[in-house]
């Protein structure tokens, strides 16, 4: 089997992020540890197919066929695809620790109803299962990783506020924070 993720973000400013971070820095006083707060929504397939091409070309019918997962006018979106119980791999620096969570929803009548058009359109043949996350990402000056684990347990705790997560209907997953050296996109050409 073959994992098909859809990676989306807002072409514009994410206010939902801009609060987030705002929330952070006032309530749990946060504001010279915690740098940026990004948010992307996941989407991923578990395809019946062995082919990355055939899943890369299912992912971009996905995304022409449906404005539920991305819609042109509002999202950016990224394709990633991987094998069954293979993992991503981080870029590594020297300059902070970046955190991600990652919080799934248990059951989602947004993910049901996506699938049911899918397959009405007759696109969702090879789909065996999908799920939706969102994937929050963190940007943390601090001086271990183990301090950063613990500062994104204390954002997500529920006596905190809970404000990334609805203990009661979804779980979520604190990413191993790793060292990132953040590079202007223009230091990069």
């Not at 990355?52 to 006018?73: L, M, Q, R, W």
């Not at 899918?118 to 183990?146: G, H, M, P, R």
């Amino acid at each position: 089997m073959i994992i098909l993720e859809i990676k989306t973000s807002l072409r514009g400013h994410d206010l939902e992020a801009v609060t987030a971070f705002d929330t952070i820095k006032r309530k749990l006083a946060l504001g010279d540890v915690i740098r940026k707060v990004t948010r992307q929504d996941l989407w991923q397939f578990g395809l019946n197919v062995w082919n990355e091409s055939i899943a890369y070309d299912i992912g971009k019918i996905i995304i022409n066929s449906s404005f539920k997962v991305v819609n042109p006018n509002k999202h950016n979106y990224s394709i990633f695809i991987r094998k069954e119980n293979e993992e991503g791999v981080f870029p590594s620096g020297l300059d902070c620790f970046m955190g991600v969570v990652t919080i799934w929803y248990r059951n989602s009548g947004k993910i049901d109803s996506e699938i049911s058009y899918l397959k009405f359109i007759n696109q969702a043949k090879s789909i065996q299962n999908a799920y939706k996350a969102v994937v929050w990402t963190f940007e943390i000056k601090t001086y271990s990783s183990e301090n950063a684990r613990e500062i994104l347990n204390n954002i997500i705790e529920v006596k905190n506020g809970g404000f990334f997560v609805n203990h009661h209907s979804q779980d979520y997953f604190v990413g191993i924070p790793i060292l990132v050296n953040f590079i202007n996109e223009k230091e990069r050409k």
